[in-house]
């Protein structure tokens, strides 16, 4: 085929993943309460597009200047009770890895573009058409980011506002005297700011109000650096909420677990890679728990060759073939043993792409807290620059090789002794896809009668 089954579908789009299975499964012995003690001094931090998207478009709002009034009112009632409150925002490139999720979530709907000059501009009918658009969305985030500076409290709590301005290293507070210049930052996510954040908060308590499965484990694996007493991650619904003990998942994962955890999510799919074909988080969180030496130093330096090996190991692990060290070598036996097509793993050409698209995404995750991240260049890590957009790249090899296309397999049932086995009358030793080698192994059409 001329893409991989296993990552892609005939279009060329990758497989989405469940990422929220790994939330229940490092959760599964832990207490989420509703609330959280709160210790001085506290900072309560929020994603500010995950909060417009929560919002939505309130019915009693009119103009974007309403909106902008709901939107700091808001995040000021969530952090009534803390000393400062952060919101960071999302940048959005012409070129993003991420290409392919907003793709996907634009084909739900038809983008309307609507420029916000001044605040008096009526919000659009459709709302979901309005959000659909890169360009609004970032025309909504200067518009909230500059009306939360302007109207903040005089006194507590601080507020703290990055990634919505003009000038993607902006940053700005409420209160002047406070040294944020360490906070200006190039990132194009707003859940690595969130890290960068946390990490310049010098505070006891720090809530993460995020309902994103990356979060949790970028705040998981930078734990450490952070130096916070307690640390949380605020997700549920403002009726119900569900606060996630962060040190408390800590103490139950081991610093090899930490430390490859990254690896982990991005290796077996997320936002910008691709999942295995019929190989969710669960069954492969099991892999992790005996095999996580297998993923050290993706993500983390230079991609190298024994990387990549011990990565390809661990797929094959994956995939139930523990005892070989290659892609290719697992689709052979699974092939051999009858498995359908759809669930052999991608070739050792097609999972190195893979894993360069892997260890570029945890490379930026594992990055989160500097504020200027030393990125490999990002056509030469599994992507190509295709009209203005980046694209995976899924393989470099035909989808046929010449090999393939003269291949013979006999159906013998015994022996292979006669001319009536077509790989003995084409002078050629039986393999492993042979019917006689399946049945008993018994085969007598050895390499000394094809010379």
């Known amino acids: 085929m001329p893409i991989p089954p296993s990552l892609a579908a005939t279009n060329g789009s990758l497989h989405s993943t469940n990422k929220s299975v790994l939330v229940n499964i490092l959760t599964k012995h832990i207490q989420t309460p509703a609330d959280v003690p709160l210790q001085e001094p506290s900072c309560f931090l929020i994603d500010g597009q995950a909060l417009v998207m929560a919002l939505g478009k309130p019915p009693d709002i009119t103009t974007f200047g309403n909106y902008a009034n709901k939107f700091a009112d808001t995040v000021l009632k969530m952090a009534e009770k803390y000393q400062r409150v952060d919101v960071v925002f999302d940048r959005y490139h012409d070129e993003s890895i991420k290409t392919g999720t907003r793709k996907k979530r634009k084909q739900r709907h038809r983008p309307v573009r609507r420029e916000i000059v001044n605040d008096s501009v009526p919000?659009?009918?459709?709302?979901?058409?309005?959000?659909?658009?890169e360009e609004n969305k970032a025309d909504l985030a200067r518009l909230l980011s500059n009306h939360l500076i302007e109207h903040s409290p005089e006194y507590e709590p601080v507020v703290v506002v990055s990634g919505g301005f003009a000038e993607a290293t902006t940053v700005k507070s409420s209160d002047p005297e406070l040294e944020i210049s360490s906070l200006s930052a190039d990132h194009e996510e707003a859940d690595t700011r969130l890290i960068l954040h946390c990490i310049q908060a010098p505070m006891d308590t720090i809530v993460v109000s995020a309902r994103d499965t990356d979060v949790l484990l970028l705040l998981l694996a930078h734990h450490d650096r952070i130096g916070c007493t307690h640390l949380y991650?605020?997700?549920?619904?403002?009726?119900?909420?569900?606060y996630f003990p962060v040190h408390d998942i800590r103490k139950l994962l081991s610093d090899d677990q930490v430390d490859t955890l990254l690896a982990f999510h991005a290796i077996t799919g997320c936002d910008s890679v691709s999942q295995f074909s019929g190989h969710g988080k669960k069954t492969a969180w099991q892999v992790f728990e005996q095999?996580?030496?297998?993923?050290?130093?993706?993500?983390?330096?230079?991609?190298?060759?024994?990387i990549v090996n011990s990565t390809e190991?661990?797929?094959?692990?994956?995939?139930?073939?523990p005892e070989?060290?290659?892609?290719n070598k697992a689709r052979v036996k699974l092939f051999c043993k009858g498995c359908p097509q759809e669930t052999l793993p991608p070739t050792s050409d097609a999972v190195k792409f893979h894993i360069m698209r892997s260890h570029y995404q945890a490379t930026i995750w594992n990055?989160?807290?500097?504020?200027?991240?030393?990125?490999?260049?990002?056509?030469?890590?599994?992507?190509i620059h295709k009209e203005g957009q980046l694209v995976p790249r899924l393989m470099s090899l035909p989808p046929m090789p010449k090999a393939c296309r003269e291949f013979t397999s006999c159906g013998c049932t015994k022996g292979?002794?006669?001319?009536?086995?077509?790989?003995?009358?084409?002078?050629?030793?039986?393999?492993?896809?042979?019917?006689?080698?399946?049945?008993?192994?018994?085969?007598?059409?050895?390499?000394?009668?094809?010379?």
């Open 416 to 451: 292979c002794l006669s001319q009536r086995c077509s790989c003995r009358k084409s002078r050629m030793e039986c393999i492993d896809a042979c019917n006689c080698r399946k049945l008993d192994n018994t085969c007598q059409n050895i390499e000394e009668d094809c010379e």
């Open 324 to 327: 070989v060290d290659t892609c």
């Open 367 to 383: 990055q989160a807290h500097l504020p200027h991240p030393d990125l490999p260049p990002v056509d030469e890590m599994g992507w």
């Open 233 to 242: 991650m605020k997700a549920g619904t403002s009726k119900y909420p569900e």
């Open 291 to 306: 095999h996580h030496t297998d993923l050290t130093g993706h993500g983390k330096g230079p991609l190298t060759e024994d």
């Open 313 to 321: 190991k661990f797929i094959c692990k994956m995939y139930g073939v």
């Open 123 to 133: 919000l659009p009918a459709d709302w979901s058409s309005f959000m659909a658009l």
